[in-house]
């Protein structure tokens, strides 16, 4: 071989090797028996390779369940069957990995096969992407569904509210059964509300925010709620005289509170007490540096519903508000909670959430304020200030379970 034929060779197997170095993915060879040769870093990353670990088999780190099939593709493609084989399966030493491996036969000229190329490429991400494409598709046949029932639901609803209006007009003002048939279309009123604002959510329609008061919110759910709950539930209202408005659709208001409350209820199968709290509070907003003087709050209303119910760990309340995710076997959704998570943080909210197993759970709910706006007027003589009701502030990126 001539000098410059050398070089040539030299600078070519120093530029393959820089590739293999460097690629983006895991890149290694290995022989007829599947042992390891070399690997760029990448592999060795992957794998959570130290240099202890080499040589090895890739059989011994492709999972149970795919290297059966491997060993059989390997023995074909070093017997010349095949070119080139791909399994997936998962890294034995973290089952939570998904991998995919590709091996192709690296042909010399007049010699046999004897080695091949291995790349290893991290499945995770996409197995994440069908997973919420699918969750996609479930709520869109969902939505479909729900679209469909609201829909005749609300014709129902305007059925008892015209025969409500039809009884209140034959009983006289001081009958008792008067009261109840403005019960009965109270409640109704309000479920055309929900069923309006599901049909806006299923057709996409954008709400009209507009400013509320939380307290006027809380007080006019307070029948409904006590029916809802039960005689062996206690329902109690402690709600800030000085609240200021917040701005977002009140029907979105009533579905975090019924959402919440309801969620109490099924916390209690032997009873308890169901506390909903309104006051004034701040969200504290952290720049990120190391002084933490240089940190922003604003002023915010707080929405919060206690409870002395079961309480949740730590796994439950890190899948709290997924959807679909539920502890009801057999009876919840899923998509309650999930609900106010969406509503909340559609309107710039945060959400807080302290429980433990046997010690109830509190969800505290802060809303931005409507600038410069006044208290409503509102009176509530069960409101009595607690000392920290002033000092309530949560860090952005610690409200969310």
């Known amino acids: 071989m001539s000098a410059v034929a050398e070089i040539l060779r030299s600078s070519q197997e120093m530029l393959f090797w820089s590739f293999l170095k460097h690629a983006p993915v895991g890149l290694a060879f290995c022989n007829r028996a599947g042992a390891i040769l070399c690997a760029n870093s990448a592999f060795e990353e992957l794998l959570d390779l130290s240099p202890n670990d080499l040589p090895f088999s890739i059989l011994d780190r492709m999972g149970p369940q795919a290297v059966g099939q491997g060993r059989h593709l390997l023995s074909e493609l070093f017997d010349g069957s095949r070119e080139t084989f791909q399994v997936v399966g998962s890294a034995s030493h973290a089952d939570h990995k998904s991998l ?57 609803l305007t059925g008892v509210l015209l025969y409500c209006d039809l009884l209140l007009s034959v009983v006289n003002p001081g009958d008792r059964a008067r009261k109840y048939a403005e019960e009965i279309r109270t409640a109704a009123l309000h479920a055309t509300g929900l069923v309006r604002q599901l049909l806006s959510v299923v057709r996409c329609n954008k709400s009209l925010p507009r400013s509320i008061s939380l307290n006027e919110v809380a ?69 990120g540096a190391a002084d933490k003087s240089e940190s922003t709050c604003l002023p915010c209303a707080l929405f919060a519903v206690e409870d002395n119910g079961l ?76 000392p920290n009701a002033e000092v309530l502030s949560f860090h952005s990126e610690e409200t969310t379970p």
């Open 100 to 156: 995919r491996w590709t091996i192709w036969a690296i042909h010399e000229p007049d010699h046999p096969t004897e080695s091949a190329v291995v790349m290893v490429e991290d499945l995770s991400h996409i197995d994440f992407a069908h997973q919420r494409l699918e969750e996609a598709e479930r709520l869109e046949t969902l939505g479909r569904m729900a679209g469909g029932v609201a829909h005749d639901f609300n014709n129902l």
């Open 219 to 287: 007080e006019g759910m307070r029948n409904l709620l006590g029916r809802l709950i039960g005689d062996r539930i206690e329902l109690k209202l402690r709600l800030d005289p000085a609240l200021p408005l917040v701005k977002m659709d009140p029907v979105r208001a009533q579905q975090i509170l019924l959402n919440l409350v309801l969620n109490s209820r099924d916390a209690m199968p032997n009873g308890g007490v169901i506390s909903v709290e309104t006051g004034n509070c701040q969200m504290q907003i952290l720049s």
């Open 311 to 386: 309480g949740m760990d730590d796994s439950v309340r890190a899948h709290l508000f997924d959807p679909f995710f539920t502890t009801k076997t057999g009876k919840g959704t899923g998509i309650g909670l999930a609900t106010v998570h969406d509503v909340v943080t559609s309107n710039g909210g945060l959400i807080h959430v302290q429980s433990e197993p046997g010690h109830g759970t509190r969800i505290s709910i802060l809303l931005p304020t409507v600038p410069d706006s006044a208290p409503h007027a509102f009176e509530d003589t069960n409101f009595h200030p607690t």
